[in-house]
């Protein structure tokens, strides 16, 4: 059976291709949209059973009508994963940067899909927690966010800086995900993934070594880069869950596609923040007395003073018990400091 997954240069889609091809169950056709990251990756899996295509940019509406126009009737799943999760750089806007494709990505595969892939069985896309937080209410003890739960953020808002404008890229997209099912009448049975930020190891141990890894990754290595005494900002905290247990839950869909249709998955291990990172990290001999140490201890109870998530029908329908933060920060962690040491 073949998968056709999207941004097989990135982190989440490495670690899915990897779950995939390690099963033995499936062909992968990987998009990437740089032919040097592309060779990396082929040269890291070296399996038969890996193709990847070119798909320059998202924001092109057309970007994956060559590829389904040739491989369509071979496709039994699309996993898409692709979509810009970076920070903006100076002369981007954030219209065009995150807005555009997210949105022209997501709905440029599922036109495609419908119009060329007749055997497809099960889309995912890989959301995000993003599309289903209220930033007004989070902070609210009393508010719960679950499986129905929908962000209301606005475009005006999304174009005041970085972090709404991600937000707000990814609950159009999926959005428009849920929409185009309808409109089009799609066939085939949809899952939404929709992580906290996801941690955890990179499959090709060279990524580790790059001075900056992929964005939410790049949250613990900005930390191991502190220096002790220096203050660390503790004004955002987040929902949090490993790359591993995100992967797997890409693929569970496709192994039992009833049961994961028409689901939005919630994935959080546990709430974090700069200081929760801070002491796991401190709790880590090699890293210990290196770093900053901020003020112990004091993140402790984060769960209890925020809005409450209830994911318990996810978790029913996974079935399987999430990496703890602690161990997701300590593979992160063990990774970077094993590539330094080899370098
Ligand atoms: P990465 O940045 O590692 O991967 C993103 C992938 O999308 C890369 O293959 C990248 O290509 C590709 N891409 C981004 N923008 C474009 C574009 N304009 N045109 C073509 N390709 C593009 O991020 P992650 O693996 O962390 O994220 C994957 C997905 O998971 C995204 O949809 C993200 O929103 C979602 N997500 C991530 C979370 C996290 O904490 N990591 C949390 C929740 C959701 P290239 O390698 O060339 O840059």
Redesign the pocket.
């Known amino acids: 059976q073949t998968v056709f997954l999207?941004?097989?240069?990135?982190?989440?889609?490495q670690n899915i291709a990897k779950q995939l091809l390690d099963s033995k169950k499936f062909k992968v056709i990987g998009t990437?949209?740089?032919e040097e990251?592309a060779k990396h990756v082929t040269e890291y899996f070296k399996n038969d059973d890996l193709t990847i295509v070119s798909?320059?940019?998202?924001?092109d509406p057309t970007a994956f009508d060559e590829h389904f126009i040739k491989f369509g009737k071979d496709i039994d799943f699309i996993i898409h994963?692709?979509?810009?999760?970076?920070a903006v750089a100076a002369n981007d806007d954030i219209d065009e940067f995150f807005i555009k494709?997210?949105v022209n990505?997501a709905t440029g595969i599922f036109k495609a899909a419908v119009k060329y892939a007749p055997n497809l069985k099960h889309f995912v896309i890989?959301?995000?927690?993003?599309s289903m937080i209220d930033v007004t209410k989070d902070k609210d003890t009393t508010h719960v966010f679950n499986e129905n739960s929908w962000n209301p953020v606005s475009h005006d808002v999304a174009l005041s800086n970085d972090v709404m404008g991600?937000f707000y890229s990814?609950t159009l997209a999926e959005k428009a995900v849920w929409d185009l099912q309808k409109e089009l009448d799609a066939k085939f049975n949809i899952t939404a993934i929709?992580?906290?930020?996801?941690?955890g190891p990179q499959v090709i141990d060279n990524a580790a070594s790059a001075s900056s890894l992929?964005?939410?990754c790049e949250f613990i290595n900005n930390l191991l880069k502190t220096k002790p005494g220096e203050e660390v900002a503790t004004d955002f905290d987040g929902l949090a869950v490993d790359v591993r247990d995100v992967a797997r839950a890409h693929i569970e869909p496709l192994l039992n596609s009833e049961k994961f249709k028409d689901q939005r998955l919630i994935l959080n291990t546990a709430r974090f923040g700069n200081q929760l990172f801070l002491d796991i990290l401190n709790s880590i001999p090699e890293v210990k007395g290196k770093i900053a140490v901020g003020h112990p201890g004091t993140e402790d109870n984060l769960e209890s003073t925020r809005a409450v998530i209830d994911n318990k029908k996810t978790n029913e329908l996974l079935g399987y018990n999430l990496i703890s933060l602690k161990q997701s920060v300590e593979d992160t962690v063990n990774q970077i400091i094993k590539v330094k040491e080899t370098k």
């Open positions: 999207t941004g097989i240069t990135g982190f989440i889609a990437a949209r740089s990251k798909v320059k940019e998202l924001g994963t692709a979509s810009p999760f970076a494709p997210a990505g890989t959301a995000s927690f993003a991600y990814k929709n992580p906290g930020l996801v941690l992929n964005f939410s």
